[in-house]
Nanobody
């Protein structure tokens, strides 16, 4: 079973930057689309950024121009570069692997907390 391990969360001031990492325990990017979700207190989990196996990206409107999703195939790692952070970006961020083939399992990481506060 492939596992996802996130890192890089923490406390940052408004306007600051963080880079989240999601390390997969195997080479899955050719058969999984990768995504970063977040869940703020009292809110539903939402998809923030997605990266298809073909390399296409999409973002929710509130992070466009500030966040960038990318991957390093050699390291089996997906990143979320977050710039110009705002207090409303505060949430637990989860890495997700969505399989191209439905007989494969969907995979979630354990989450990493991002707090944007002065």
């Amino acid at each position: 079973q492939v596992q996802l391990v996130e890192s890089g969360g923490g406390l940052v001031q408004p306007g600051g930057s963080l880079r989240l990492s999601c390390a997969a325990s195997g080479s899955i990017f050719s058969i999984y689309a990768m995504g970063w979700y977040r869940q703020a207190p009292g809110k539903q989990r939402e998809l923030v950024a997605a990266l298809t196996s073909g390399g296409s990206t999409k973002y929710i409107d509130s992070v466009k121009g500030r966040f960038t999703i990318s991957r390093d195939n050699a390291k089996n790692t997906v990143y979320l570069q977050m710039n110009s952070l705002k207090p409303e970006d505060t949430a637990v961020y989860y890495c997700n692997a969505d399989p191209l083939h439905k007989w494969l399992p969907e995979i979630w990481g354990q989450g990493t907390l991002v707090t944007v506060s002065s």
